[in-house]
């Protein structure tokens, strides 16, 4: 089946340290975003990418990077510099085209130890 | 700049019971309105969107929206609530002009009471 791939479900942090949040993709979408979620807000967009190679900041992507170097994969580090790291990562893709819908994956929940 | 309000961030219903969630968008072109639902710790799925033609538009779930250019409004309604229906509900909305970004409102979480 297609469909979007978030991994790990789970994942802790210490202090000081980056980790990167994986998302793949088999749907052959050209673009593929990444959202942060806190609760009892809705959804901001951190980084977006509409074609390899190439992307661009969201509304908050200070203390983010991605990178996107395979049309199916689109990682998130989240670094040192994002002093509220904790918070539901959630990746989407979709295909060319304003009126086509964004799929989403199941989220990778980050929490600081 | 768009935007999009979702009036009320808790609703509670009966079982049974009509489910009206609203949702307020603003856009200076016609704009591409969706509808996703969320359960707790998993993604977003597509309940319905509205693009052109038809006003009334039916999604999964027994969910339906009507799009009101007049009232720059897409609320989400469902006769009768059932108590799968308990999750949070985000409105979006995006145009030609945004490309392919959303802009989404801050949610509705449904209760449905039994």
């Known amino acids: 089946d297609g469909g979007i791939t978030q991994s790990p479900k789970y994942l802790f942090r210490k202090e000081g340290q980056n980790v990167t949040l994986s998302c793949e993709q088999n749907?052959?979408?050209?673009?593929m975003y990444w959202y942060r979620q806190d609760p009892g807000q809705g959804l901001r967009l951190i980084y977006y990418?509409?074609?390899?190679?190439?992307?661009q900041k969201g509304d908050i992507a200070e203390g983010y990077s991605v990178s996107r170097e395979k049309k199916e994969s689109f990682p998130l580090t989240v670094t040192s510099a994002q002093k509220n790291p904790t918070a539901f990562y959630l990746c989407?893709?979709?295909?060319?085209?304003?009126?086509?819908?964004?799929?989403f994956g199941d989220g990778t929940r980050l929490s600081i130890l | 700049a768009q935007s999009v309000t979702q009036l009320g961030s808790h609703v509670s219903v009966s079982e049974g019971a009509l489910v009206l969630l609203r949702c307020n968008y603003s856009?200076?072109?016609?704009?591409?309105l969706f509808w996703y639902v969320q359960y707790p710790n998993q993604g977003l799925q597509l309940l319905l969107k509205?693009?052109?033609?038809?006003?009334l538009v039916k999604g999964i779930n027994g969910f339906e929206a009507e799009f009101k250019k007049s009232e720059t409004s897409f609320h989400l309604t469902k006769p009768s609530a059932h108590m799968s229906d308990a999750a949070e509900y985000f409105c979006?909305?995006?145009?030609?002009?945004?490309?392919?970004?959303?802009?989404f409102g801050g949610g509705t979480r449904v209760l449905v009471k039994p």
């Open positions: 989407a893709s979709k295909t060319w085209g304003g009126n086509q819908p964004q799929h």
């Open positions: 749907l052959n979408h050209d673009a």
């Open positions: 990418s509409q074609i390899v190679n190439d992307f």
């Open positions: 856009s200076s072109v016609p704009p591409y």
């Open positions: 509205y693009t052109t033609g038809a006003t």
């Open positions: 979006a909305v995006t145009d030609k002009a945004a490309g392919n970004k959303l802009t």
